[in-house]
């Protein structure tokens, strides 16, 4: 007999057919498939995004070890079970539809429960197929994190650089403290080399974009001395450049002034992620400080209440709710970042958003369930990446052993977190740090690395 108050949810890991306007872009095939790849491995980090669940099903495109499952549950005290569909394309919820084995596994386990309730790292008009082929096999479907199918087309245009910056710039004209650099978007190669010539030549300084990149990728930043003096060589050199990929070709570029930053001050890449409910409600979930290299690619955050520093605060809330608001007003529902920089000018500009989950709602999930709803106020957050040493044994029975003593504790609650096992196969280490305080996390960290670097 059905439990009525029950809902299976199951959660689909659908980043490479959420990216794949930008992968299948990527003229060499060898580079294609290392962003697949590296796109990938970071899989099982999503798991925690299920950590505020009893349970649930993750259905994710590699497989995932009993181990690392097991530690998982130990410490989030959430049930999964995962499952691993065939490959026959790189859209994972067109491959569910076409796998037996998942649709008769998925039939079973819902047995006992009233409704199933999908949801995905991504919102993509995919993942409606795999809703649809539920129904056609007798399942009550919801998609509580996930626009009305008819107002899906608005999430590709606000989730690009192109689309983003349209709306900021029709928002600035009624709201002037909503900043975005300087910019400009072009469908023709000739003239975005063209743009990008001129502002190197007054900014010194300028960065370029295809409109649907990845974690920095598809991100260029030319700073001075890095192209030529020559107007000429320097629109050649560029040229080049957008004849490298077709994702240049297929869509939109993006020129914009490059925003210099305050190496002194110590947020300046405030982030933030919103939840939209199906009301249209915005509720954010958090705010944080985004680590990002000097080539623009994100690699790490620190999340507490002091992440972002008061000055900039207030204003930062303000002008990122005004678009979560536009979002909402546009029928987008579910997860949603907005990512800003703030500028050595002292001026805040936003930069892009992802309407989608990010690479916080992990560490957000499972710092929530392992210190409750106040976590931003009593403990700090580092999340970061990190290469192993090459003679490392790169198993997750190596890391978790040699990381024992410092690993997050329950009586202290403090310690380090393993967010993935697929990323020490591939010889590195995600990991998130839970201290009392700035000062404790970072004392963590410097334990982390002296270990491993033995």
Same mark, same amino acid.
């Given at each position: 007999?059905?439990?009525?108050?029950?809902?299976?949810?199951?959660?689909?890991? !659908?980043? *490479?057919?959420?990216?794949?306007?930008?992968?299948?872009?990527?003229?060499?095939?060898?580079?294609?498939?290392?962003?697949?790849?590296?796109?990938?491995?970071?899989?099982?980090?999503?798991?925690?995004?299920?950590?505020?669940?009893?349970?649930?099903?993750?259905?994710?495109? *590699?497989?995932?070890?009993?181990?690392?499952?097991?530690?998982? /549950?130990?410490?989030?005290?959430?049930?999964?079970?995962?499952?691993?569909?065939?490959?026959?394309?790189?859209?994972?919820?067109?491959?569910?539809?076409?796998?037996?084995?998942?649709?008769?596994?998925?039939?079973?386990?819902?047995?006992?429960?009233?409704?199933?309730?999908?949801?995905?790292?991504?919102?993509?008009?995919?993942?409606?197929?795999?809703?649809?082929?539920?129904?056609?096999?007798?399942?009550?479907?919801?998609?509580?994190?996930?626009?009305? @199918?008819?107002?899906?087309?608005?999430?590709?245009?606000?989730?690009? %650089?192109?689309?983003?910056?349209?709306?900021?710039?029709?928002?600035?004209?009624?709201?002037? &403290?909503?900043?975005?650099?300087?910019?400009?978007?072009?469908? &023709?190669?000739?003239?975005?080399? /063209?743009?990008?010539?001129?502002?190197?030549?007054?900014?010194?300084?300028?960065?370029? %974009?295809?409109?649907?990149?990845?974690?920095?990728?598809? *991100?260029?930043?030319?700073?001075?001395?890095?192209?030529?003096? !020559? %107007?000429? @060589?320097?629109?050649?050199?560029?040229?080049?450049?957008?004849?490298?990929?077709?994702?240049?070709?297929?869509?939109?570029?993006?020129?914009?002034?490059?925003?210099?930053?305050?190496?002194?001050?110590?947020?300046?890449?405030?982030?933030?992620?919103?939840?939209?409910?199906?009301?249209?409600?915005?509720?954010?979930?958090?705010?944080?400080?985004?680590?990002?290299?000097?080539?623009? @690619?994100?690699?790490?955050?620190?999340?507490?209440?002091?992440?972002?520093?008061?000055?900039?605060?207030?204003?930062?809330?303000?002008?990122?709710?005004?678009?979560?608001?536009?979002?909402?007003?546009?029928?987008?529902?579910?997860?949603?970042?907005?990512?800003?920089?703030?500028?050595?000018?002292?001026?805040?500009?936003?930069?892009?958003?992802?309407?989608?989950?990010?690479?916080?709602?992990?560490?957000?999930?499972?710092?929530?369930?392992?210190?409750?709803?106040?976590?931003?106020?009593?403990?700090?957050?580092? &999340?970061?990446?990190?290469?192993?040493?090459?003679?490392?044994?790169?198993?997750?029975?190596?890391?978790?052993?040699?990381? /024992?003593?410092?690993?997050?504790?329950? %009586?202290?609650?403090?310690?380090?977190?393993?967010?993935?096992?697929?990323?020490?196969?591939?010889?590195?280490?995600?990991?998130? *740090?839970?201290?009392?305080?700035?000062?404790?996390?970072?004392?963590? /960290?410097?334990?982390?690395?002296?270990?491993?670097?033995?």
């Amino acid at each position: 007999m059905k439990n009525l108050h029950r809902i299976l949810h199951v959660y689909i890991y !659908n980043s *490479v057919e959420d990216e794949w306007s930008y992968i299948s872009g990527i003229t060499s095939k060898k580079l294609q498939r290392e962003t697949i790849h590296s796109s990938d491995k970071y899989a099982d980090c999503y798991m925690y995004t299920g950590a505020n669940l009893d349970e649930f099903v993750f259905i994710s495109p *590699v497989a995932v070890s009993g181990e690392f499952i097991s530690y998982f /549950e130990n410490l989030s005290q959430t049930k999964v079970t995962v499952l691993t569909p065939k490959k026959r394309t790189n859209f994972i919820s067109l491959n569910i539809t076409h796998d037996r084995k998942i649709l008769q596994k998925l039939k079973t386990l819902a047995q006992s429960y009233e409704s199933v309730s999908l949801s995905a790292y991504a919102n993509t008009p995919h993942i409606y197929k795999v809703a649809t082929t539920l129904k056609r096999l007798g399942f009550t479907v919801i998609m509580p994190h996930s626009p009305q @199918e008819r107002d899906i087309g608005m999430v590709k245009p606000y989730g690009s %650089k192109a689309g983003f910056r349209t709306l900021v710039e029709k928002l600035h004209i009624n709201n002037p &403290s909503l900043l975005i650099p300087e910019g400009y978007i072009f469908k &023709s190669r000739l003239k975005a080399a /063209e743009k990008a010539s001129q502002m190197y030549e007054k900014f010194q300084s300028i960065v370029v %974009k295809t409109n649907r990149g990845c974690a920095g990728y598809g *991100v260029h930043i030319f700073r001075k001395g890095k192209l030529p003096a !020559n %107007k000429t @060589e320097r629109i050649k050199q560029l040229r080049e450049l957008f004849n490298k990929n077709n994702y240049w070709k297929k869509n939109p570029i993006v020129v914009e002034k490059f925003i210099p930053i305050n190496p002194k001050n110590s947020s300046c890449f405030p982030s933030l992620e919103y939840y939209i409910d199906q009301k249209g409600r915005t509720h954010m979930y958090y705010y944080c400080n985004m680590i990002v290299t000097p080539e623009g @690619e994100f690699y790490g955050m620190e999340m507490n209440k002091d992440s972002v520093a008061k000055k900039i605060r207030t204003n930062f809330l303000k002008v990122t709710r005004l678009i979560a608001q536009e979002f909402a007003s546009s029928g987008y529902r579910g997860h949603l970042d907005i990512d800003t920089i703030y500028g050595a000018d002292k001026k805040l500009y936003v930069n892009e958003s992802n309407l989608r989950q990010n690479g916080g709602t992990d560490v957000y999930r499972i710092t929530k369930k392992l210190i409750g709803a106040k976590f931003f106020s009593k403990a700090f957050v580092i &999340s970061r990446y990190r290469d192993l040493p090459a003679t490392f044994d790169h198993s997750f029975q190596a890391v978790y052993h040699k990381l /024992e003593p410092i690993l997050f504790s329950q %009586k202290t609650k403090t310690g380090i977190i393993i967010s993935s096992e697929s990323v020490i196969r591939n010889h590195g280490l995600s990991y998130a *740090v839970i201290g009392k305080n700035k000062k404790n996390a970072i004392a963590l /960290e410097r334990s982390l690395n002296r270990i491993l670097d033995r």
